[in-house]
């Protein structure tokens, strides 16, 4: 018999044993296997904590982070808002155009503020269990608040105040204007009050202004 020729029993042997080829795939599996079972696993244990916090707590602790920090950032144009306000409505001349800019930055920054607080009281336990569900449901917030706030003041304004007054209430509100913007300027003095807007102004010269007036 030569080396070279196999009988049939070792043929078949060989063909019904693994291969290393064969087994070093299967180990290979295995192995990812085992990876993606300790994936999961991880994954669950994550999920089942952040369940616990939320039943604890009512929402995780990341949201409640971040809707600080979102508060904290709101503050920052709501005080240029009021800066701009009274800058406006205490200035000499204010335009048309500075207080249209002045009443669309404060309908804004309204929106902004509504939509954060409607948010952090109406996201939590599941809705904002993971970060897709909350900024899902943040966004379906925000799309449905802010505008509804923006486009909302100015029809309150309009309806309940300018629409409901008269033109002798929208004249003499205008008349009250220009006789600030004159005290303000100098242009005028009323006899028996002392008006100076370069002084500073106490508690002590307001209550005395008010009741020479009366």
Not at 7 to 25: D, H, K, V, Y
Not at 53 to 59: M, N, R, V
Not at 168 to 179: F, I, K, N, P, T
Request: hydrophobic fraction near 45%.
């Amino acid at each position: 018999m030569s080396n070279n020729k196999q009988s049939p029993f070792a043929s078949g042997l060989l063909n019904q044993s693994p291969t290393q080829q064969q087994m070093s795939q299967a180990e290979k599996q295995l192995a990812d296997t085992q990876k993606q079972q300790a994936k999961a696993e991880k994954q669950q244990a994550k999920q089942a904590k952040q369940i616990a916090q939320i039943t604890a707590l009512g929402k995780p602790f990341w949201w409640m982070l971040t809707m600080f920090i979102c508060s904290v950032v709101y503050l920052f144009p709501e005080a240029v808002f009021n800066a701009a306000l009274v800058n406006v409505a205490g200035g000499k001349n204010a335009t048309e155009a500075e207080l249209h800019a002045v009443e669309l930055f404060g309908r804004t920054i309204s929106g902004i503020g509504v939509t954060l607080l409607l948010a952090d009281l109406l996201l939590k336990g599941k809705r904002v269990a993971t970060i897709p569900s909350a900024l899902g449901s943040f966004a379906l917030i925000a799309i449905l608040v802010w505008p509804t706030v923006f486009f909302g003041q100015k029809w309150l304004v309009d309806y309940f105040i300018i629409d409901a007054s008269t033109p002798e209430q929208r004249q003499q509100a205008y008349l009250s204007q220009v006789l600030r913007s004159a005290l303000i300027e100098k242009s005028i003095q009323f006899e028996g009050i002392e008006y100076d807007p370069d002084l500073p102004h106490t508690g002590l010269r307001r209550r005395s202004c008010l009741y020479l007036a009366v």
